[in-house]
């Protein structure tokens, strides 16, 4: 919400199904996956959120929100967890291990930098994040991050996957696809506004002229 302030746009915070019906496209913010998956359950917000992304309305998922809009998650304690889906990639949901292993990494931008202007890199908050391991053909890769030889991986989260699945040590970060736009990192947190920036320019692109409100779910 105080991003997008910065922006000079005012957000509406969406906590039941009917609210949906008066945005025009929504933010789902990071948090705990399973715990918003929870809340969206008992608040009957699925199907809801589900028809929104059908209808083609934008929105973008953060971190947690991220991991909502996959169609698939894989990962620690994933099991049962329900998901909004519509982003065609496979989710690792604690790619980059738990709490203490959250950082900072200067990501390169090419698509953000050529659209927003501004330096070619964002500086990525990661907190608990998670990172896209796999994308369909409708997808575009915004950002990836190439693990540094020196980043230790919790052997319980990425470090697995990798082994499994990786023989280029690279993953990947942000991406869109449609109206979708996911992100494994926090551009909140920082300063620096040109990701919500990008997010309203899709938004208004959509809208055309429909007044396109901006909406947060969740989160915590
Ligand atoms: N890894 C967390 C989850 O599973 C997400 C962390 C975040 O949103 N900062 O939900």
């Known amino acids: 919400m105080a991003a997008l302030r910065r922006l000079g746009v005012k957000g509406v915070e969406i906590r039941k199904p009917e609210q949906l019906d008066s945005v025009a496209s929504l933010i789902i913010p990071g948090g705990e996956s399973t715990t918003m998956a929870k809340l969206a359950e008992y608040h009957n917000l699925f199907p809801a959120l589900r028809e929104f992304v059908k209808m ?13 809009l996959a169609n698939k998650a894989t990962g620690q304690k994933t099991g049962g967890q329900e998901l909004v889906g519509g982003l065609d990639c496979t989710v690792h949901r604690n790619f980059f291990g738990s709490q203490v292993q959250s950082f900072e990494a ?6 953000l930098a050529s659209k927003e202007g501004g330096p070619e890199t964002f500086r990525g908050v990661f907190i608990r994040a ?9 997808v575009q890769v915004l950002a990836d991050y190439p693990i540094p030889s020196n980043k ?6 990425g470090a697995d996957a990798l082994e499994e699945k990786w023989s280029e040590k690279k993953v990947i970060v942000a991406v869109k696809q449609g109206n979708l736009l996911g992100t494994a990192f926090h551009p909140e947190l920082t300063a620096d506004t040109r990701w919500h920036s990008y997010f309203l320019k899709m938004a208004s692109d959509v809208a055309q002229g429909a007044s396109s409100s901006i909406v947060a779910v969740g989160g915590g």
């Open 56 to 68: 083609g309305k934008p929105v973008w998922g953060t971190c947690a929100g991220l991991i909502f």
């Open 106 to 111: 200067e990501l390169p931008v090419p698509d």
């Open 130 to 138: 998670p990172a896209i391991l796999e994308v369909g053909p409708e």
């Open 152 to 157: 230790v991986l919790d052997s319980n989260f």
